[in-house]
């Protein structure tokens, strides 16, 4: 099971670590301690991130961006073929989907809350574990 301490939550949820403290104190997700951190389940935190990317932005709608190649997230979904696999990956408020091998899924250990980098070519996207 992989945790994230709450300053590894704030970077893939692209918030302040003050912001994630407030939402996870407000119940938007699950944390327990590990002697004295605050740690937040892969999963839990996979799952608030779609959570989050669903909700309306604030101000009024339009999103200043500029994203790159490398898209930094949390996997939050894997369905496994007999050779090839889909993943999805929620990179802050984008959600990029790939396909590749199953083979490539079981090497990089790739599953539900895993810390991975979308990292975009043209038209095919490559996964990297971090």
Known sequence: ????????????LRVSTDTARRWADAGR???????????????HLAAFCV????????????VATSVRNAL?????AVTLGEVAAQVEIQAG??????LLTREA???????VGVRAIARVKSTSVHIDVD
């Open 72 to 76: 930094p997230g949390i996997v939050t």
């Open 105 to 111: 899924v079981e090497e990089l250990g790739l599953a």
């Open 1 to 12: 099971m992989q945790l994230y301490t709450i300053g590894e939550a704030a970077q893939l």
């Open 51 to 62: 959570e989050l990317a669903r909700e309306p932005a604030e101000g009024d709608g339009e």
């Open 93 to 98: 408020p984008h959600r990029v989907v790939s």
């Open 29 to 43: 997700f699950p944390t327990r301690r590990d002697g004295t951190r605050r740690m937040v389940e892969g999963v």
